[in-house]
C-alpha cells in the first residue's frame, strides 16, 4: 500500500497509478490485452473521438473489505451499459469477458493504490473507449481502443456525506429527448457544463435537469440519478434522457427489500414540495442527501431536510450499500466480483 497518500482525505480526482490497461480493435476483432505505465496515448490527429465525439466510458468502484479481499461492484452491469453505448455510437463493443479480465488486472497491478478499509475512500475504475480511425466525413470508425485507468478517489461532493443543495434551470438541456442521455457518452458531460458552471457560481453543487421535451418533469441530477421518499415510498424519474443507473437499481431493490413500495415514473417538479428526502445516486455520488432544491426560474424553494441532517432511509442505504461492497453484509444479490 502507498503509505504517502491520505486515505481519508481524498478527493474525487485524479491521481497517477502504476498501470493501465488497454486493447485495441481492428480488422473486426479484439487483439491481445497491453499493460501500459505511460498515461498518454498517441493516436491520429483526425481520429473519430477527436473530431466527432466517438467516446464512450463506464465508472465503478473497487473497495477494501473488512476480510482484506478487494471487491468490485457490479461489474457485469457496467460491461452491459457500456455495451449499450457501443450500440448507441455505432462503436465495437467490449465482450463482457474482455471487460471483466481488464478491471481485475487494472486493480490487481495497481493493488497498493486500493484504499484501505475504513478510510471511506474506494479504487475509481474507469473504462473508456474511443473512436481511432482518421475520418473527416461524418462516419463511425473501424478502429477503436479500450482503456481501464483507475484512481483512488474520496467523495465526490465535498464534505462527504452531507446535505447538499441543488437547482432546477430552464435555460439549459444536457441531452435531447430521444438523443445519447442513455448512453455513458463524453459529449453529455461536456454539453452539462455550462449548466454546472452556472450552477456552481450560484453556490449549487449540482443541477437537477428537467426532461428536455416538456420541461415539466424531473430528469437526473449532474452524474448522478434523483430518487426520492414520498408517502414512504421510494420514487426515482422514468425517462428516455437519463442513463440507466446501476447505483439506482441496486436501491431499488433495497427499498423493496426494507419494504417499501417503488414506483419509477414522471415526477413533476411541484411534487418536491411532498417529499420527506431527496438524494444524488451514482457510483461517484454513492447517494448524497439533498436539503434543498431551488427553482431558479420560479423563486421556489424546496426544503427537503427540515433538520440539515440526512434523512433515515438514505442514511439506511449508504450503510447497506457501504456493508455489502465491504463484505461485512452477505452479498445476497450476487453484485460482488472478488478480484484477490
Ligand atoms: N447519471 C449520469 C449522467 C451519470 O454520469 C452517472 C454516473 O455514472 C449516473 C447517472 C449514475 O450511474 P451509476 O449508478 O451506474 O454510476
Ligand atoms: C460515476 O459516477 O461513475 C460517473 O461517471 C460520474 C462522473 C462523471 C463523475
Redesign the pocket.
Known amino acids: 500500500m502507498d503509505t504517502t497518500i491520505d486515505w481519508g482525505n481524498l478527493p474525487f480526482g485524479y491521481l497517477p497509478t502504476d498501470y493501465n490497461v488497454r486493447c485495441e480493435f481492428h480488422n473486426g476483432q479484439w487483439g491481445p490485452i497491453e499493460v501500459s505505465q505511460s498515461d498518454k496515448i498517441d493516436i491520429h490527429i483526425a481520429a473519430t473521438t477527436l473530431h466527432y465525439g466517438q467516446e464512450i466510458f463506464?465508472?465503478?468502484k473497487a473497495f477494501r473489505g473488512v476480510d482484506g479481499k478487494v471487491r468490485i461492484f457490479?461489474l457485469e452491469?457496467?460491461a452491459k451499459?457500456l455495451q449499450e453505448s457501443a450500440k448507441g455510437l455505432l462503436m465495437a463493443p467490449v465482450p463482457t469477458e474482455l471487460f471483466r479480465e481488464m478491471c481485475l488486472q487494472a486493480v490487481k497491478l495497481n493493488e497498493r493504490f486500493i484504499p484501505p478499509y475504513g478510510s471511506g475512500a474506494s479504487l475509481y475504475i474507469r473504462p473508456l473507449e474511443i473512436g481511432l480511425t482518421p475520418r473527416i466525413g461524418v462516419k463511425e470508425a473501424e478502429d477503436y481502443l479500450f482503456i481501464i485507468m483507475v484512481t483512488p478517489v474520496g467523495p465526490y461532493f465535498k464534505g462527504g456525506f452531507k446535505n447538499t443543495n441543488i437547482c432546477i434551470m430552464r435555460e439549459y438541456d444536457?441531452v435531447a429527448p430521444q438523443g445519447t442521455?442513455r448512453w455513458?457518452v463524453g459529449g453529455?458531460?461536456a454539453a452539462?457544463l455550462g449548466a454546472s458552471h452556472r450552477a456552481h457560481e450560484m453556490g449549487y453543487s449540482a443541477v437537477l435537469f428537467l426532461d428536455p421535451k416538456e420541461k415539466k418533469y424531473l430528469d437526473?441530477?449532474?452524474?448522478?440519478?434523483f430518487y426520492a421518499i414520498k408517502d414512504g415510498k421510494y420514487i426515482t424519474p422514468k425517462s428516455d434522457s437519463?442513463?440507466?443507473?446501476?447505483?439506482?437499481?441496486?436501491l431499488m431493490e433495497l427499498a423493496r427489500e426494507m419494504g417499501m413500495e417503488v414506483e419509477q415514473r414522471h415526477i413533476t417538479v411541484d411534487e418536491l414540495a411532498d417529499v420527506s428526502e431527496a438524494a444524488a445516486?451514482?457510483?461517484?455520488?454513492v447517494c448524497s442527501p439533498i436539503g434543498e432544491i431551488d427553482d431558479i426560474d420560479t423563486g421556489k424553494k424546496y426544503v427537503i431536510s427540515k433538520d440539515g441532517k440526512p434523512g433515515p432511509v438514505t442514511t439506511e442505504f449508504v450503510r447497506r450499500l457501504d456493508a455489502i461492497r465491504h463484505g461485512e453484509e452477505p452479498d445476497t444479490h450476487g453484485w460482488n466480483t472478488i478480484v484477490m
Open positions: 463506464e465508472g465503478l457490479r452491469e457496467n451499459r444536457r442521455g455513458k453529455n458531460y452539462s437526473e441530477c449532474g452524474p448522478a440519478n437519463i442513463l440507466p443507473s446501476i447505483t439506482n437499481m441496486s445516486c451514482g457510483t461517484a455520488a
